[in-house]
């Protein structure tokens, strides 16, 4: 059975951090570009960050830039997502996503990801 776990959401104070964790299974993670969403009420869900399969590669969208820091281990089928500085804007619940290698190698939009985890909630106090 292929899962996606996240974890470490929280409440925070704006210019806090917290660390995501994305634990995967039941398919083979090496093979496959990992990516966090975020949806906030009412919105629609936005691409936040991803790394390629051989951790060459990363994106991170501009409202993230300089504040989020993606990697991944390998060994222990775990993506993490550092999260710095945090606004009241990154109030949203966050996804872990799987795209195949073969079908792309960022995932930027949802659209065509294999595999969602359920997701974790993030709310920034201001």
């Known amino acids: 059975e292929v899962q996606l776990v996240e974890s470490g959401g929280g409440l925070v104070q704006a210019g806090g951090s917290l660390r995501l964790s994305c634990a995967a299974s039941?398919?083979?993670?090496?093979?496959?570009?990992i990516g966090w969403f975020r949806q906030a009420p009412g919105k629609e869900r936005e691409g936040v960050s991803c790394v390629s399969s051989n951790e060459k590669y990363t994106y991170y969208a501009d409202s993230v830039k300089g504040r989020f820091t993606i990697s991944r281990d390998n060994a222990k089928n775990t993506v993490y997502l550092q999260m710095n500085s945090l606004k009241a804007e990154d109030t949203a619940v966050y996804y872990c996503?799987?795209?195949?290698?073969?079908?792309?190698?960022?995932?930027?939009?949802?659209?065509?990801?294999?595999?969602w985890g359920k997701g974790t909630l993030v709310t920034v106090s201001s």
């Open positions: 039941g398919f083979t993670f090496d093979d496959y570009a």
């Open positions: 996503a799987a795209l195949d290698g073969l079908k792309g190698v960022i995932i930027t939009t949802p659209f065509g990801v294999d595999y």
